[in-house]
């Protein structure tokens, strides 16, 4: 978590400073054509994760289970990690103006997890512990870019597509009879992504940016009938499950580009 602090911190002050520097130069610094880059920062997510089953007169809950178990199966987390890749893009540039398209493709590596322990309201003191936990892998954007140019240094808003993948897992236990069930889902995610930035140019063909982005990928969700409870084992397909989870992302990340 510090480290992410820092690289938020660091992200802030590089857009803080181009914003400074554009303001104490005339000449208008060229950004169009082709251009390749890399970058590096953090990111912290927010995630929403459900978890709850129904009643059945053959299952294996009694009736005031059912509610127990989805207020401890409503669990918000909080992913955070680094990100890192390379992007490429196009700039149109009219005087001080610029119309560009930029994608970008490279790791995200956020993961959290939360466990949450109720009690059985039927059959106290034995209780019953859901466990969630949400991670990701890579990160792919594709974005237009609209921006002005002062001095050496671009202003810009960006926003469009987002991509992700996530990798959902939830898993249900209890002290009254061993029962035990998982479920979960992994796949990719599309979305949405749009933020702010600043780059400026430090030489004929190199610039450095700082940039924010907020990305909101969807959610994913999945059923389950494998619960089992007692020794040897019986199985209750009848108390369904449902596991949900969504996920939002702060980015804040540094980059270099190199213009052909």
């Known amino acids: ?9 660091f992200a802030i002050s590089v857009v803080t400073v181009l914003a400074l520097t554009a303001a104490g130069s005339a000449q208008s610094a060229d950004f ?10 953090g990111a912290n997510g927010n995630s929403d994760a459900r978890t709850s089953t129904v009643f059945s007169p053959t299952g294996y809950f009694a009736t005031t289970s059912v509610p127990a178990i989805a207020t401890a199966g409503a669990q918000n987390l909080s992913p955070t990690g680094f990100t890192g890749g390379g992007q490429a893009g196009y700039n149109f540039q009219h005087k001080n103006f610029v119309l560009g398209f930029e994608a970008d493709f490279g ?22 512990t859901v466990t969630q936990k949400v991670e990701t892998s890579w990160l792919f954007t594709l974005r237009p870019r609209v921006g002005f140019v002062a001095g050496p240094v671009l202003i810009y808003g960006t926003g469009g597509l987002a991509m992700t993948n996530i990798n959902y897992t939830a898993v249900f236990t209890d002290t009254f009879a061993t029962a035990h069930e998982n479920g979960g ?12 930035g600043a780059e400026v140019k430090v030489g004929h063909r190199w610039s450095v940016k700082g940039e924010y982005l907020y990305a909101d990928f969807g959610s994913v969700s999945t ?35 190199f213009h052909l």
């Open 1 to 9: 978590m510090k480290s992410l602090k820092l690289a938020r911190f």
């Open 32 to 41: 169009k054509g082709f251009y390749l880059g890399a970058n590096v920062g």
């Open 107 to 128: 790791g995200m590596s956020l993961s959290d997890s939360k466990s949450t322990t109720g009690i059985y309201p039927c059959c106290a003191p034995t209780n019953f």
């Open 185 to 196: 889902k992994e796949d990719n995610l599309t979305g949405w992504t749009g933020g702010a």
């Open 223 to 257: 059923t389950s009938t494998n619960l089992t409870a007692f020794t040897p084992a019986i199985a209750f397909p009848t108390n369904t499950f449902t596991h949900t989870a969504d996920l939002r992302a702060h980015i804040y990340r540094f980059g270099v580009n």
